[in-house]
């Protein structure tokens, strides 16, 4: 396997804390917004903000011959698509099972990627080290995760949620996949695809949005900003250069920094299973990036 650059592992820490707090300030925002329509506001100003700067870049997309076909199916299977799944299926479920169906797109990546993405073949010890990984993410969800909500559609629920993953799975192997392109484009372009579906489909849903107070809309310009426009940015250009299997590390960080910035910000209380966890996530993740780690520490050749 390639090693991975300095820059990559940095990359993917600011991901998981990206992420991570993401929770936290949609919690705060969706005072004045609905669901659909925060996700909305997010997706649209980030489409604005990115197709800015790919319009300074001279709109310049794929280096060669176009695929648009399966950019349009990335596009929407980025960000409306799951967006809209987990908006629909959080209503059925407990908020832990959202939290392990995204902990297991490290193992539906896994199978995809050694099949789809020349050079990431599965191997026992990845494997065995994102199976630790998500039991860790499960341990400090805590059992809450697996315990029925008691809604009628909670089945429909965690289909959504698992159904939201897995569009995140695929569209990581199918951005992979794309021809030589201009990141920044790439980013932009899958935005903007997502606008057509997310706006009219929160229309429809929730009707014509409300005009929140100005602090709601500074959260929300947050969120634009950073967790979906540079956040969106910053993937693409792992998938596409680090891989999708590396992406995924993301997904075992962010269930820990919701928890600790949770507990931060809106004195919530840390699970007792709290350090162990940790202790099994890192561990798992280590496992599995194991030489490419001792490579990036100059302990091996």
């Not at 650059?5 to 609905?34: E, N, Q, S």
């Not at 409300?210 to 250009?237: E, W, Y």
Request: with cysteine.
């Amino acid at each position: 396997m390639p090693d991975i650059a300095p820059r990559y592992w940095l990359m993917i820490a600011t991901l998981g804390f990206v992420w991570g707090a993401t929770f936290l300030l949609i919690k705060l925002a969706l005072d004045g917004f609905t669901p659909f329509w925060l996700a909305a506001g997010r997706i649209g100003f980030a489409a604005l903000l990115l197709y800015a700067v790919w319009g300074w870049r001279g709109f310049k997309l794929f280096k060669g011959e176009a695929s648009w076909t399966p950019l349009i199916l990335v596009g929407i299977m980025s960000t409306a698509l799951p967006f809209m799944l987990i908006s629909w299926g959080q209503q059925h479920v407990s908020s832990g099972f959202t939290g392990v169906s995204m902990a297991a797109i490290p193992l539906m990546v896994l199978p995809l990627a050694h099949f789809f993405v020349p050079g990431e073949q599965i191997t026992l010890r990845r494997l065995i080290g994102f199976c630790i990984g998500f039991a860790g993410v499960a341990l400090l969800i805590g059992g809450k995760a697996f315990e029925s909500s008691g809604a009628e559609l909670e089945a429909y629920g965690r289909a959504a949620c698992l159904s939201a993953a897995a569009c995140y799975s695929i569209s990581s192997i199918l951005t992979r996949r794309l021809p030589p392109a201009d990141p920044v484009g790439l980013a932009a372009t899958f935005l903007v695809i997502g606008c057509f579906i997310i706006f009219p489909a929160a229309w429809l849903t929730e009707g014509p949005p409300v005009m929140p107070d100005t602090k709601t809309l500074l959260i929300a310009a947050i969120l634009g900003l950073i967790p979906t426009a540079a956040a969106n940015l910053l993937r693409v250009i792992v998938v596409r250069e680090a891989g999708p299997t590396f992406m995924t590390l993301t997904n075992y960080q962010v269930p820990v920094w919701a928890v600790v910035l949770g507990a931060v910000f809106l004195g919530e209380e840390l699970p007792p299973s709290m350090l162990l966890a940790m202790v099994m996530i890192l561990g798992g993740l280590g496992l599995s990036q194991f030489g490419k780690l001792r490579r990036l520490f100059g302990k091996g050749g």
